[in-house]
Protein backbone atom coordinates (compact mmCIF):
# COMPACT_ATOMS: atom_id res chain seq x y z
CA UNK A 1 0.00 0.00 0.00
CA UNK A 2 1.29 3.03 -1.02
CA UNK A 3 1.47 6.19 1.48
CA UNK A 4 1.46 9.93 -0.54
CA UNK A 5 1.99 12.76 1.96
CA UNK A 6 3.24 10.54 5.36
CA UNK A 7 1.24 11.46 8.03
CA UNK A 8 -1.97 12.23 6.14
CA UNK A 9 -2.53 8.25 6.07
CA UNK A 10 -4.30 8.38 2.60
CA UNK A 11 -3.57 5.53 -0.16
CA UNK A 12 -2.90 6.77 -3.53
CA UNK A 13 -6.37 5.71 -4.57
CA UNK A 14 -8.16 7.89 -1.76
CA UNK A 15 -5.27 10.90 -2.87
CA UNK A 16 -6.28 10.57 -6.31
CA UNK A 17 -9.91 10.66 -5.67
CA UNK A 18 -9.63 13.20 -3.48
CA UNK A 19 -8.35 15.54 -5.90
CA UNK A 20 -10.90 14.59 -8.73
CA UNK A 21 -14.03 15.44 -5.99
CA UNK A 22 -11.83 18.69 -5.58
CA UNK A 23 -11.69 19.63 -9.46
CA UNK A 24 -15.24 18.32 -9.77
CA UNK A 25 -16.20 21.17 -7.00
CA UNK A 26 -14.30 23.79 -8.89
CA UNK A 27 -15.85 23.20 -12.11
CA UNK A 28 -19.11 23.29 -11.14
CA UNK A 29 -18.52 26.49 -9.07
CA UNK A 30 -16.85 27.96 -12.38
CA UNK A 31 -20.58 26.99 -14.49
CA UNK A 32 -22.62 28.32 -12.00
CA UNK A 33 -20.69 31.75 -11.76
CA UNK A 34 -20.51 31.28 -15.75
CA UNK A 35 -24.73 31.44 -15.62
CA UNK A 36 -24.30 34.97 -14.24
CA UNK A 37 -23.84 36.28 -17.59
CA UNK A 38 -27.04 35.04 -18.54
CA UNK A 39 -28.29 36.74 -15.19
CA UNK A 40 -27.05 39.98 -16.66
CA UNK A 41 -27.68 39.90 -20.10
CA UNK A 42 -31.77 39.59 -18.98
CA UNK A 43 -31.58 41.90 -16.30
CA UNK A 44 -30.06 44.22 -19.22
CA UNK A 45 -33.20 43.62 -21.69
CA UNK A 46 -35.73 44.12 -18.62
CA UNK A 47 -33.92 47.74 -17.86
CA UNK A 48 -33.13 48.53 -21.45
CA UNK A 49 -36.89 48.90 -22.65
CA UNK A 50 -36.60 46.56 -25.56
CA UNK A 51 -38.98 44.54 -23.82
CA UNK A 52 -42.36 45.45 -22.83
CA UNK A 53 -41.60 45.05 -19.02
CA UNK A 54 -39.36 47.76 -17.92
CA UNK A 55 -37.33 48.00 -14.33
CA UNK A 56 -35.15 50.44 -14.01
CA UNK A 57 -35.23 51.47 -10.16
CA UNK A 58 -32.28 48.83 -9.09
CA UNK A 59 -31.59 47.58 -12.71
CA UNK A 60 -29.22 49.97 -14.55
CA UNK A 61 -26.66 49.68 -16.92
CA UNK A 62 -24.21 52.70 -17.31
CA UNK A 63 -23.74 52.99 -21.34
CA UNK A 64 -27.47 52.92 -21.94
CA UNK A 65 -27.81 55.83 -18.97
CA UNK A 66 -24.99 58.09 -20.66
CA UNK A 67 -26.64 57.52 -24.15
CA UNK A 68 -30.23 58.63 -23.01
CA UNK A 69 -28.48 61.41 -21.21
CA UNK A 70 -25.69 62.71 -23.39
CA UNK A 71 -26.91 60.94 -26.86
CA UNK A 72 -31.22 61.86 -26.59
CA UNK A 73 -31.30 63.83 -30.14
CA UNK A 74 -29.23 60.88 -31.05
CA UNK A 75 -30.98 58.36 -30.16
CA UNK A 76 -34.32 59.52 -30.83
CA UNK A 77 -33.31 60.35 -34.57
CA UNK A 78 -31.98 56.87 -35.01
CA UNK A 79 -33.59 54.63 -32.57
CA UNK A 80 -32.95 51.51 -34.32
CA UNK A 81 -28.89 52.70 -33.48
CA UNK A 82 -29.40 52.83 -29.71
CA UNK A 83 -32.00 49.39 -29.86
CA UNK A 84 -28.58 47.68 -31.73
CA UNK A 85 -26.18 48.87 -28.62
CA UNK A 86 -28.71 47.74 -26.38
CA UNK A 87 -29.19 43.99 -28.16
CA UNK A 88 -25.41 44.16 -28.55
CA UNK A 89 -24.54 44.23 -24.95
CA UNK A 90 -27.05 41.35 -24.91
CA UNK A 91 -25.16 38.96 -27.28
CA UNK A 92 -22.06 40.34 -25.63
CA UNK A 93 -22.80 38.88 -22.15
CA UNK A 94 -24.82 35.91 -23.53
CA UNK A 95 -21.37 35.25 -25.91
CA UNK A 96 -19.08 35.60 -22.84
CA UNK A 97 -21.79 33.20 -20.97
CA UNK A 98 -21.00 30.56 -22.82
CA UNK A 99 -17.45 30.85 -23.20
CA UNK A 100 -16.95 30.73 -19.53
CA UNK A 101 -19.27 27.77 -18.94
CA UNK A 102 -17.21 26.10 -21.70
CA UNK A 103 -13.97 26.42 -18.85
CA UNK A 104 -12.15 29.83 -20.77
CA UNK A 105 -11.26 32.08 -18.07
CA UNK A 106 -10.90 34.97 -21.18
CA UNK A 107 -14.43 35.83 -20.88
CA UNK A 108 -14.56 36.23 -17.02
CA UNK A 109 -12.04 38.73 -16.50
CA UNK A 110 -13.45 39.93 -19.84
CA UNK A 111 -16.61 40.36 -18.27
CA UNK A 112 -15.01 41.86 -15.34
CA UNK A 113 -13.52 44.57 -17.27
CA UNK A 114 -16.65 45.21 -19.41
CA UNK A 115 -19.10 46.05 -15.89
CA UNK A 116 -15.89 47.52 -14.27
CA UNK A 117 -15.85 50.42 -16.91
CA UNK A 118 -19.84 50.09 -17.12
CA UNK A 119 -19.72 51.00 -13.14
CA UNK A 120 -17.23 53.88 -13.52
CA UNK A 121 -20.21 55.25 -16.53
CA UNK A 122 -23.18 54.33 -13.00
CA UNK A 123 -21.08 56.53 -10.97
CA UNK A 124 -21.15 59.63 -13.13
CA UNK A 125 -25.28 59.25 -13.33
CA UNK A 126 -24.68 59.15 -9.79
CA UNK A 127 -26.99 55.39 -10.06
CA UNK A 128 -25.67 54.02 -6.63
CA UNK A 129 -28.00 51.06 -6.80
CA UNK A 130 -26.87 49.97 -10.30
CA UNK A 131 -23.23 49.88 -9.13
CA UNK A 132 -23.96 47.74 -6.15
CA UNK A 133 -25.70 45.24 -8.80
CA UNK A 134 -22.61 45.39 -10.82
CA UNK A 135 -20.52 45.02 -8.18
CA UNK A 136 -22.29 41.74 -7.36
CA UNK A 137 -21.91 40.20 -10.31
CA UNK A 138 -18.08 41.61 -10.60
CA UNK A 139 -17.74 39.73 -7.74
CA UNK A 140 -19.37 36.28 -8.93
CA UNK A 141 -17.45 36.55 -12.26
CA UNK A 142 -13.96 36.88 -10.05
CA UNK A 143 -14.76 33.99 -8.06
CA UNK A 144 -15.49 32.06 -11.46
CA UNK A 145 -11.91 33.12 -13.01
CA UNK A 146 -10.51 32.03 -9.68
CA UNK A 147 -12.26 29.00 -9.66
CA UNK A 148 -10.85 28.01 -13.26
CA UNK A 149 -7.44 29.08 -12.42
CA UNK A 150 -7.04 26.65 -9.84
CA UNK A 151 -9.15 24.03 -11.68
CA UNK A 152 -6.22 24.42 -14.60
CA UNK A 153 -3.04 24.69 -12.03
CA UNK A 154 -0.93 21.47 -12.12
CA UNK A 155 -1.39 19.04 -9.22
CA UNK A 156 1.45 18.80 -6.87
CA UNK A 157 2.86 15.11 -6.79
CA UNK A 158 3.91 13.86 -4.03
CA UNK A 159 6.87 11.59 -3.57
CA UNK A 160 5.40 7.83 -2.54
CA UNK A 161 7.06 5.90 0.13
Not at 5 to 12: E, H, I, P, Q
Not at 56 to 68: E, M, P
Not at 85 to 114: D, E, P, Q, S
Amino acid sequence: MDILNVGAGRTDEEYKHAQQVHRDELREDSEKDANYFFWAAGLAATSSGILPIRIHFLINVGLFDLLGLYGGRFGANYSTIAEGTVVMWILVLCGLGFAARKGYRWAFILGIAIYALDMFALLAVFSIWGFGVHGFFVYRWFQGQKALKNLHEPIPIAATS
